[in-house]
């Protein structure tokens, strides 16, 4: 048996003494602790507690304005959708604010810049409705100038009479410079039916000679005072100065419209709208000097432009008519050639080439010039085959091949549409086609904006049936983490007190099991959050495994596009070769794609209905989801426990006045959930409201949608047909033309070879006669010789 020394015996019993001593000292100190920490609490309850709540979310006084700043900023960055957007929503929900005024007329300006003309001419006359207020007086004239230049834009000028009746009311100082300038492009729209009059040398773009036939004058000469009246130093006079000179040349008064030209290059080119001017000046100064014939003022005019100019082609097609009137063809032919250089996809070089042909045949060089024919008919023949044919076969109804083509191709129609590929490259859209596709590409964007508020609606409703809304709420969501939080530290300050009160308190085998069941929950609760970052990193998990959902979802939708890019592949590869294979295995592989194509859509529209099931379960994530709920009833149980535990172990009285404060915090805590959930579900009704209204307004939309796209079947499917014949018939012109100089060049050959055989025989024929001249004069000379010696002969005896 060990021997316990005196010593060791001495410092237990000192250490038991010191335990003994010190306990009541510690139990003060923690009921002190415990005191701060719930006085502390208590406060910040009663904080939180006095926070309003709204049924609406929670908005500074200021709302409307920070919107209207938004929306200004959206203007000022030229995303004029969602300036639009921001806008509507201040003047349909705000029309008695202080803002509305300015709100009203960048609505209307917004939609025009985003080329809704109709949608600004409706908010452009609303802001007339209220002239009579002070706060629309800054915008009338500028509405009114906007409503001038939609009429110009749409030809519609219903309603224009009445705009210059109400700017005719107003003190000339306050009219702006912007319009007056369109005031004046509106007299001269409603007097001249094209806005280009001025004619092309060589007849390219012809769009008329210049004469007054059709034209209003009496209105054109209004135009034009309009138009000086533009001061100098206005943004908008150099293209006044531009109307001047167009309007002198459809009267003929070239002098005239040389200086109203003049002018306009006389102020320096500082933006690119100025720049534009310029060189559209330039030309129209090179097309007046040729109707003049001043060419070398032509070829100077036509050689400003410079090369990065989008009428830089124009300018070398043109120069060298002025070079062929000047009779110098090698310099012609030079521009014609640094034309195929310097813009090989430019809509003149059809022309360019076979201008360039004449000139070669002109100058002798048959070769080079049935070269250039060849090339001509080998790169346009094909095209005009393929028009041909394809127009053989809808000849029974052209018209309701090119309204199916239209229908097919609603979302995204252009020349890929009704043109041949070889044909897309050299056929312009212009006039009623361009104005066409311009309804169509409206149709398509309008319903690309019903068909993103559908899906806007989809996931409202999606995130509305969740069970846990409150996190869709951030002011909510941020009070119910105020709340749990708070929560977890009562919870905290229960488990002290219920440690501090058990200790060293006997018990029984039944409070013991209660006390082993508490404890089991007292593991997790330091896991619970309590401060805003505890919740963010708590969340942050959770919505990271969303983002993997996300981005898996994105490598499955460049898996679908790389399967769609192999199926146009192949049936790219199968209409190429479509001739060396059988056409039923053609058909059969025809039908696998189609269904593969079949196939990627519904995998896609899977996709997009994935994407907004886990958008709608990424905003659950925070308080009230699964987690947050079970720690809610791990709560519940340690309080029912600690109450159990209290009533079989006898709880102390001295702790009695802690716990019944813990249980009036949590009773206000209660309260204020309570109070939480009721906003939200207000909330979910006004939006649930809301979201059943746009979607009536939708299918409202789709409706009239679907009429729209019924009228412009018919009417761009006639349109179309109409290009489509006109684009035929230039390659019909293309390949003729040079048909005929291929005949020329074998006509000319011809000519030559028989002048050069006529010039051969004239030469052989002159030979053969002074052959027969010095063969005479030999002869005479021979034949006087003999008779002199038979003279001889006669006379000897």
Do not use: C
Not at 73 to 82: A, G, K, N, P, V
Not at 729 to 737: A, E, G, K, P
């Amino acid at each position: 048996m060990r021997v316990v020394s005196r010593r060791a015996v001495s410092f237990v019993a000192s250490a038991l003494l010191a335990g003994v001593l010190f306990a009541p000292v510690a139990q003060a100190q923690e009921d002190e602790a415990i005191e701060r920490e719930l006085v502390g609490l208590e406060g910040q309850v009663a904080a939180l507690m006095s926070e309003p709540l709204r049924s609406e979310s929670l908005r500074s006084a200021t709302f409307v304005e920070e919107r209207l700043t938004d929306g200004e900023l959206f203007y000022r960055l030229q995303d004029y959708i969602r300036a639009s957007i921001i806008f509507t929503d201040i003047v349909d929900n705000y029309p008695q604010h202080a803002a509305f005024p300015d709100a009203l007329f960048l609505l209307a300006d917004s939609l025009f810049r985003a080329g809704d003309y109709l949608g600004a001419r409706t908010r452009f006359r609303e802001v007339l409705s209220h002239s009579s207020e002070p706060g629309f007086r800054p915008f009338i004239q500028r509405s009114l100038g906007r409503l001038i230049e939609i009429a110009i834009h749409t030809r519609d000028f219903e309603g224009i009479d009445d705009v210059f009746a109400q700017l005719n009311r107003l003190p000339p100082s306050e009219i702006e410079a912007a319009t007056t300038y369109f005031r004046a492009k509106y007299l001269y729209n409603r007097a001249v039916p094209a806005d280009d009059v001025l004619r092309a040398p060589g007849g390219s773009q012809d769009t008329g000679h210049p004469a007054t036939t059709g034209i209003d004058l009496a209105t054109l000469d209004q135009a034009r005072q309009a138009f000086e009246a533009v001061q100098e130093g206005s943004p908008y006079y150099p293209q006044a100065r531009y109307f001047i000179g167009v309007i002198h040349t459809l009267r003929e008064q070239y002098p005239q419209a040389i200086e109203a030209f003049t002018r306009v290059l006389r102020a320096p080119a500082t933006t690119q709208e100025h720049i534009q001017v310029s060189e559209l000046t330039q030309l129209a100064l090179g097309r007046l000097y040729y109707e003049t014939d001043q060419l070398e003022q032509a070829v100077e005019a036509y050689q400003a432009i410079p090369r990065t100019s989008a009428n830089f082609d124009e300018a070398l097609y043109e120069i060298a008519w002025v070079y062929i009137r000047m009779g110098d063809a090698t310099r012609a032919e030079r521009a014609l050639e640094v034309l195929a250089v310097a813009a090989p996809d430019s809509h003149f070089l059809p022309d360019a080439k076979i201008l360039r042909g004449n000139l070669l045949l002109r100058n002798g060089r048959f070769e080079e010039a049935n070269r250039v024919f060849r090339e001509v008919a080998r790169e346009f023949g094909p095209v005009r085959r393929e028009l041909d044919e394809m127009l053989a076969e809808h000849q029974a109804d052209p018209i309701g091949y090119f309204r199916q083509l239209v229908r097919e191709n609603m979302q995204t129609f252009d020349a890929n549409a009704f043109l041949p590929p070889l044909a897309q490259r050299w056929a312009s859209m212009e006039g009623d086609m361009d104005r066409a596709l311009g309804v169509l590409q409206d149709l398509a964007e309008a319903r690309q904006l019903v068909t993103e508020t559908s899906l806007l609606v989809q996931r409202l409703t999606a995130a509305l049936s969740q069970p846990n809304r409150v996190a869709v709420f951030a002011d909510l969501r941020r009070q119910r983490e105020l709340t749990t939080g708070f929560r977890n530290r009562v919870l905290r300050l229960r488990q002290r007190a219920i440690a501090l009160e058990s200790r060293g308190a006997a018990a029984t085998p039944e409070l013991e099991e209660v006390r082993a069941r508490r404890r089991e929950i007292e593991r997790f609760i330091d896991r619970m959050p309590t401060r805003e970052e505890d919740f963010a990193e708590m969340d942050g998990e959770v919505v990271g495994r969303y983002r993997r959902l996300e981005r898996e979802l994105s490598r499955m939708e460049v898996e679908l596009l790389g399967m769609e890019a192999r199926i146009a592949a192949t049936e790219r590869y199968l209409a190429d070769t479509s001739g060396t294979r059988d056409a039923s295995g053609d058909e059969a592989v025809a039908n696998e794609l189609r269904q593969q194509r079949q196939a990627i859509d519904d995998y896609r529209t899977e996709i997009g209905q994935l994407r907004i099931l886990i958008e709608a379960g990424r905003l659950q994530v925070g308080v009230g989801d699964d987690r947050y709920q079970r720690h809610e009833r791990l709560r519940a149980e340690h309080a029912r426990l600690v109450g159990e535990e209290r009533r079989l172990g006898g709880g102390s009285s001295r702790m009695e006045p802690t716990f019944r404060r813990i249980a009036t915090l949590e009773s206000q805590l209660d309260a204020r959930d309570a109070e939480i959930d009721r906003i939200v579900e207000e909330r979910t009704a006004s939006i649930r409201a809301q979201v059943d209204e746009e979607s009536g307004r939708i299918e409202g939309y789709r409706r009239e949608l679907g009429q729209l796209e019924g009228e412009a079947e018919e009417v761009v499917g006639a349109v179309t047909y109409q290009n489509f014949r006109r684009v035929q018939q230039r390659f019909y012109d293309l390949v003729l033309r040079a048909d005929v100089g291929r005949i020329d060049v074998a006509w000319a050959e011809r000519e030559e070879h028989r002048m050069r055989v006529e010039m051969l025989t004239r030469e052989r024929s002159q030979e053969l006669r002074s052959l027969d001249d010095e063969f005479r004069e030999i002869t005479d000379e021979g034949g006087g010789g003999a008779a002199a010696e038979d003279d001889a002969e006669e006379e000897t005896p």
